[in-house]
């Protein structure tokens, strides 16, 4: 892809406003700065952030040092925490969760001392907005998420459905017809491979599920615990029924790259998982290349049903104990320029921060779904990060134990979410 580095971005996303600019304009000495990275490990992200990096080092002279991290997002954060409670300077930019910034907002500097109002204004407001916490800019957002559902296009075909499911009813019995079918010739194939196991993926999977059955976000926006409810019950009972029927047993240890593992090896009719998926898929040593295609979640039962999708993503943050902050600042901004996000759009199918990469020709070219994915967006169901403030972590643990003890068969929906409630509110107190 020697395009990236003969700056034809300038022209197709920016007209006269030079891409290559970003890397200078906070005034960045050349050479002699090293500057270490920790970027997330799933997917393609461990090497698209090294080339990134590496092209900006190239321009200014320096070196970076993208550094090892661990794949589960709860152990992530455990680790940040620790590197930056103890006020270490050992990594100087941090990719973070977009559910971090009100947890570690004390750790980073503010970016609008660093990053002109101009190149802030270029973001999605609503992705700056919720890394602004207390009027400061924590981190600028990289890319965002949302869970998809991934589906076979031949299969469907092949057993006579005519468009993917729209309701998790349709799912479970095209998932059952497809998988006792493909059976026949491979015993490994499951109907439906999605993130069971105890960990953040399982809190995202689960709170779609009750969305779209109209059982609530788990605490609502005015701080209110909501999820002992039948409806939500009724969708955990109803993901439960999946576990050794459509989908394996083992899902309930899975995270996204098991079950992309079983997916892309042709083992799975539908698959939950995130954008960055599709490229992969697609590869050229892909089974499954050219034979699938996304679409939105499914509802839930009846008027209250709907589709839902849980908002996700990731930013950038500067460590407010790094000793070159200017230059990791200046470094935040070139990873997430258009220039680096096109190339993250079309190798990663990462969705990116800024609404002018959407609109790029050879992005939608390479990536046609990301044009859709606004449909996605818009059922977007938030994880209660504001409201519950701090305290989100151990909220999010409880749901997502709760929940994967349906999923077992230790507890049913009803008896889990009563136990849960009890904690949520002993976790509140007095108030988030």
């Known amino acids: 892809m020697k395009w990236y580095s003969r700056g034809v971005l300038v022209v197709s996303l920016l007209g006269s406003a030079a891409v290559g600019l970003v890397v200078t304009n906070l005034g960045i000495a050349q050479g002699g700065v090293t500057l270490r990275v920790a970027c997330g490990t ?3 992200q461990q090497a698209l952030c090294k080339s990134a990096a590496d092209r900006w080092a190239a321009k200014t002279g320096n070196k970076v040092d993208v550094v090892p991290n661990v794949a589960s997002s709860n152990e992530r954060l455990a680790l940040f925490q620790q590197q930056l409670s103890a006020g270490s300077s050992d990594v100087d930019v941090y990719q973070i969760e977009n559910i971090w910034p009100g947890l570690l907002a004390d750790y980073f500097v503010d970016l609008k001392e660093y990053v002109p109002e101009a190149t802030i204004k270029e973001f999605f407001p ?13 981190d600028l957002p990289w890319y965002g998420d949302a869970g998809l559902l991934y589906y076979r296009k031949d299969l469907l075909e092949k057993y006579g459905f005519k468009k993917p499911p729209s309701t998790w009813a349709q799912l479970t019995s095209m998932a059952t017809k497809i998988q006792q079918g493909e059976r026949k010739d491979n015993s490994n194939f499951w109907g439906y491979v ?9 809190t995202c999977d689960a709170l779609e599920w009750i969305y779209s059955y109209g ?14 409810n039948k409806n939500a019950a009724a969708a955990l009972d109803m993901a439960a ?17 098991e079950s992309r593992g079983v997916w892309q090896a042709g ?3 539908f698959m939950r998982n995130w954008p960055y998926a599709f490229p992969l898929g697609n590869g050229d040593t892909s089974p499954i290349k050219g034979k699938f295609d996304v679409t939105v979640l499914p509802k839930g039962p009846g008027a209250s049903g709907k589709n839902a999708a849980t908002f996700g993503g990731h930013s950038l943050a500067v460590n407010r104990f790094s000793k070159n902050a200017k230059a990791a600042a200046d470094l935040v901004v ?24 959407y609109k790029d020709p050879e992005v939608l070219k390479a990536s046609p779904f990301l044009g859709r994915l606004y449909k996605v967006f818009a059922n977007a169901v938030v ?5 519950t403030a701090t305290k989100y972590p151990r909220v999010s643990e409880a749901f997502w134990n709760a929940s994967n003890s349906v999923l077992t068969g230790k507890s049913n929906g009803a008896a889990a979410l009563v136990a849960l409630e009890d904690e949520l509110k002993r976790i509140k107190g007095a108030k988030w």
């Open 241 to 257: 029924k999946w576990v050794g029927t459509i989908s394996p047993k083992g899902v309930t240890t899975y995270s996204e790259e």
């Open 42 to 44: 799933v997917g393609s």
């Open 383 to 387: 994880r209660p990060t504001t409201v």
């Open 126 to 138: 609503s992705m700056i907005e919720a890394d602004t916490v207390e009027g400061k800019l924590v």
């Open 334 to 357: 070139y990873m997430t320029s258009a220039e680096v996000q096109k190339e993250r759009a079309i190798v990663g199918g990462y969705n990116p921060s800024r609404p002018v990469v």
């Open 194 to 202: 999605w993130q069971g196991a105890a960990y953040e993926g399982l």
């Open 215 to 228: 059982g609530g976000t788990i605490v609502d926006n005015k701080g209110n615990v909501t999820i002992n």
């Open 267 to 269: 083992n799975a009719a």
